[in-house]
Nanobody, 127 residues
């Protein structure tokens, strides 16, 4: 069974930065074959797409509203996915989730297309 564990969340003032990490493990899991993504869920709202990255890291896509501030990356030698978040705003406050799709899947912004999820890490941006 694939396991995803996020870390790096916390409390940060507006304008600050955070880097989230997601370490993958489990079974016959081969991280480098999985499309990976980040989603977030603010209180009282639906879980929304943040960014995804292809299985080989060759292509990334970030939600239009977050482009220029958020960057997704991966290090397959460390089985780790990252989300660099800069110029944070109070509206970025949410629980951030790491997610993975089965091997060699196509990229997707759709939450239900992802097969594996982490437990989430809280990001709180103070004004």
């Amino acid at each position: 069974q694939v396991q995803l564990v996020e870390s790096g969340g916390g409390l940060v003032p507006a304008g600050g930065s955070l880097r989230l990490s997601c370490v993958a493990s489990g079974g016959t899991f081969t991280f480098s074959t999985y499309v990976m993504g980040w989603f977030r869920q603010a209180p009282g709202k639906e879980r929304e797409f943040v960014a995804h990255i292809t299985w080989n890291g060759g292509m990334t896509h970030t939600a239009d509203s977050l482009k220029g501030r958020f960057t997704i990356s991966r290090d397959s030698t460390q089985n780790t996915l990252y989300l660099q978040m800069n110029s944070l705003k109070p509206e970025d406050t949410a629980v951030y989730y790491c997610a993975g799709r089965r091997p060699f899947s196509s990229v997707s912004q759709v939450r239900d297309d992802y097969d594996y999820w982490g437990q989430g890490t809280q990001v709180t941006v103070s004004s």
